[in-house]
């Protein structure tokens, strides 16, 4: 009787866990996230659990520079929750890989997460922003 509990123990452990592999695996958006002279592509994410990388959400795709003759750098902006914006700078002329994860440090893990792509058209002229791209763990 001891082993039957045991292996029926030993299955439900398995099954969760499989389930819990599901629930935290990739994502892939279906369009670029794209302003004029830039564009983040293939873009994928995954929540991570709550015991790892703080429950963060993470996020990996090519950050490109459509407009190699503008002289303008572009970035990515990555905020979770209503948090301030998060910077991660590309490269003129390129197209560079990014793989990071931002996360709520006041909560046991992120529930909702933006981001968008920018063009830094320097000092004197505003940015141009794509819109925002929203994201909610379900």
């Not at 398995?14 to 592999?21: D, H, K, N, P, T």
């Not at 695996?25 to 983040?40: D, M, N, P, Y």
């Not at 893990?109 to 922003?129: F, H, I, K, Q």
Request: aromatic share 10%; net charge positive; charged share 25%.
């Amino acid at each position: 009787m001891r082993k039957l509990a045991a292996a029926a123990v030993a299955v439900g452990l398995f099954v969760g866990g499989m389930g819990v592999a599901v629930a935290d695996s990739w994502h892939s958006l279906t369009k670029a996230v794209t302003t004029e002279g830039a564009q983040f592509e293939k873009v994928q994410y995954r929540w991570e659990p709550a015991g790892e990388q703080r429950g963060a959400f993470h996020f990996k795709g090519f950050l490109r520079d459509l407009n190699e003759n503008d002289g303008h750098n572009v970035y990515l902006e990555v905020r979770p929750h209503a948090y301030g914006w998060q910077r991660f700078k590309g490269v003129q002329k390129r197209t560079v890989p990014i793989d990071k994860t931002v996360h709520d440090g006041a909560t046991r893990y992120t529930n909702t997460a933006e981001m968008r792509v920018c063009r830094d058209r320097g000092a004197l002229r505003p940015n141009n922003c794509s819109p925002v791209q929203s994201f909610k763990r379900r």
